[in-house]
């Protein structure tokens, strides 16, 4: 009896942690879209980037708080340089070409990750304070896992404040539903889309460190989150961040609760749950857009 | 290859000059084998023609119809598997019957997720395209038992070419396939061309350019989508068929994104919206990758740098080259 009530503790936890995961990621690519309505394809490219980043600041000594730090920063500074380079040019051309675009940056940006760390599995070094077990309700849990949703809910509430409380937050709010008055009110609005899609990078790249440590660190893994992103994205209302919040836990239950009872084909299921949703609700869970 | 002609996409006008160039064309290719023995260019320019015609069925998408879909060729990888498996537990004789059969079957595949697909917006549309797509690469993939996973299908029968009772040569033959190959994508081309050109095809290029206006004229937009949706991948099915034929293995390798991303390219490098040009950029990707991939292993950055290049300089594609000198002798 009590086996069974400790795994199901273990898999309630791990659920959280990955739509944790799964909801930073998501949110950046959200605010990216609100914002400039650009759909970023490389973002799980960054995403696997900060993973990179984190696990060679960390290998080179750097301490592993600091890093969590410094890398979103990183990211973000990729962010602004591929926003000023190649994005900039594309905001008064069709949709279809900034797909295509941010596709091709994906490749390259997985290119430069096998060239320069290779194809060999990674592993972040944990500090040894996070690597023990803590006991919880009778089981027995990883340090670490506990910390990543400390770290998710943190962010998390960081960015309800700024969005909410600070005047950039305001601006940006405004931005995602009437752009031109904005722009009237005397806002750059290209200072806007340069600072959405910066804080977007930075939240693939802070999911990227976060989730480092839980797994291994491997050229694949931003593959797999860009597709799991676009599934909470899709569910959720596109631009709707919110949404984007319900879809995240919804999926990240249903993604380890399959993970654990079928092994092999869980994504299939998630996959067909995602068609049901679409078919009855084509816009998603909560309508497109919404963007508070 | 030369295949500077352009063949008019909408016009109606006769243009001798363009007719002729297109049956030289036909006609070189067809005697290319019987010219030349050279059995790794026969192999290189069958896989150019087949990836020309996956090129072709995702340009009816995506430069007609407007919808993006980013793994066209899981459709392509779908039938190929089909056909495969057909021939290898039920018929191995059967080449016929064995296409249809895949062609069905990728059909069937392809319609509820087209219909989830259209139901969605222009970018959901392209973002369910990537999920789906890595949705059958995954089934691939593990599916050990039918697919034989990461190894590929392998032990492919031989089946012979026939028409009508007519025996026109075995399929273990490069020249033969190279010919049937031909013949086929021909036949596609001027299909596709016929239907693009039909009032069906201007319904499609009605929804690409103001979706909201097509459908207060009253043209059931979805229902448009899903169609356009349905010839493309009926297209690339048949793409997938000759491929199985072309190679005797199938592998995930051919369904992955990655691959997904080159045939996007060949769209991009050609031009959407121009059927030839979806065969001018096949046969140049093809030459290209063939090329480099002797010389470095990081295919994977030159790729995502020719996209961008593409898109950042070059939109229209090699098909819009004639525009824009036209457009320069003007000024």
Sequence with gaps: MSG??????????????LSGVFLIVAMGLNIIYGLSRIMNMSHGA????????????????????????????????IGLLIERTIILPMRKRSMV?????????????????????????????????????????????????????FMIAAIMIALMLLLSKTKAGIIMRAASTIPEMVSCMGINMSYVHMGAFMLGCAMAGAAGIIAGPLTTI????????????????VIGGLGSLRGAVIAAILIGFVQTFTEFFITDLAMVIVFIMMAVILAFMPRGLLGEGKFE | MN??????????RFYPLKIFAVILILCSLALFPFISDNRFYISLITEMMIYGLLAMSLDVLLGYTGLLSFMHNTYMGICAYAVGLFLIH?????????????????????LPVGWVQVRTGGLAFALLTLAFGMM???IVWKWYAVTGGDDGLMGMPNPDITLFGWHLGSSSDPVNIYLFTLTVVTICFFLTR????????????????????????????????????????????IAGALFILYKGYIGPSTMSAFAGAGVLMMVLLGGMGSLWGAFAGAFIFIYIQDYISTMTEHWEIFLGLFVIFLVLFLPTGFAGLGDYFKRFRKA
């Design chain 1, 4 to 17: 069974t009530f400790s795994i199901a503790i273990d898999l309630l936890l791990n659920s959280l942690v």
């Design chain 1, 46 to 77: 960054l995403y696997a980037v900060g993973a990179y980043i984190g696990y060679s600041l960390v290998a080179t000594g750097v301490n592993y708080f600091a890093a969590l730090i410094i890398t979103p920063i990183l990211v973000g500074i």
């Design chain 1, 97 to 149: 070409y900034t797909l295509i675009l941010t596709y091709g940056l994906m490749f390259f940006l997985d290119g430069m990750i096998k060239h320069i760390w290779g194809n060999r599995p990674r592993f972040i070094e944990l500090p040894e304070f996070m690597q023990g077990m803590i006991s919880i309700l009778g089981t027995q849990y990883p340090v670490y896992r506990l910390m990543t949703l």
């Design chain 1, 218 to 233: 491997d050229p694949l893994m931003g593959g797999e989150m860009l597709i799991s992103s676009f599934v909470v994205v």
């Design chain 2, 3 to 12: 295949s500077t002609t352009s063949i008019p996409g909408i016009s109606k």
């Design chain 2, 90 to 110: 039920i018929s191995p004789t059967s080449l016929w019957l064995a296409c249809f059969a895949g062609v069905v079957f990728t059909s069937l595949v392809a």
């Design chain 2, 136 to 138: 059958f690469y995954t």
């Design chain 2, 194 to 237: 016929r239907i693009i050109n039909s009032p069906f095809g201007a319904v499609l290029e009605a929804i690409r350019e103001n979706e909201d206006r097509a459908s207060f004229v009253g043209i059931n937009v979805r229902r448009y989508k899903l169609l356009g949706w349905m010839l493309a991948c009926i297209l690339a099915s």
